[in-house]
């Protein structure tokens, strides 16, 4: 079973900038593609972007693309979105995918990821 914690989020005024990480344990998390998605006050989770487990092939929802950048480090099996040009609209709970096998790894590619999560992070962008 994988687990991961996020963090890097807070507080930032538009046009600016964060990273988030999403540090996982477990020996599977650096085989299986992975992502990242966001759930504002109200709204469903989304997805935000996703990584295939090489960092060879990104993905991302067309409100990020652009701005975001989806990266990964698996000698420390961790994950990163560096955001910027941050919007008021970006402010969410953002929450890092912990896929545990193929199946769930592709529903992360897909947006469609059902599995394990961790407790998220808060990113909140003033206007």
């Known amino acids: 079973q994988v687990q991961v914690v996020e963090s890097g989020g807070g507080l930032v005024q538009a046009g600016g900038s964060l990273r988030l990480s999403c540090a996982a344990s477990g020996r599977t998390f650096s085989r299986y593609a992975t992502g990242w998605f966001r759930q504002a006050p109200g709204k469903e989770r989304e997805f935000v972007a996703a990584?295939?487990?090489?960092?060879?092939?990104?993905y991302y929802a067309d409100s990020v693309k652009g701005r975001f950048t989806i990266s990964r480090d698996n000698a420390k099996n961790t994950v990163y979105l560096q955001m910027n040009s941050l919007k008021p609209e970006d402010t969410a709970v953002y929450y890092c995918a912990a896929p545990d096998g193929p199946s769930r790894s592709m529903e992360v590619v897909h947006g469609t990821y059902d599995g394990d999560w961790g407790r998220g992070t808060q990113v909140t962008v003033s206007s």
């Open positions: 990584i295939s487990w090489s960092g060879g092939s990104t």
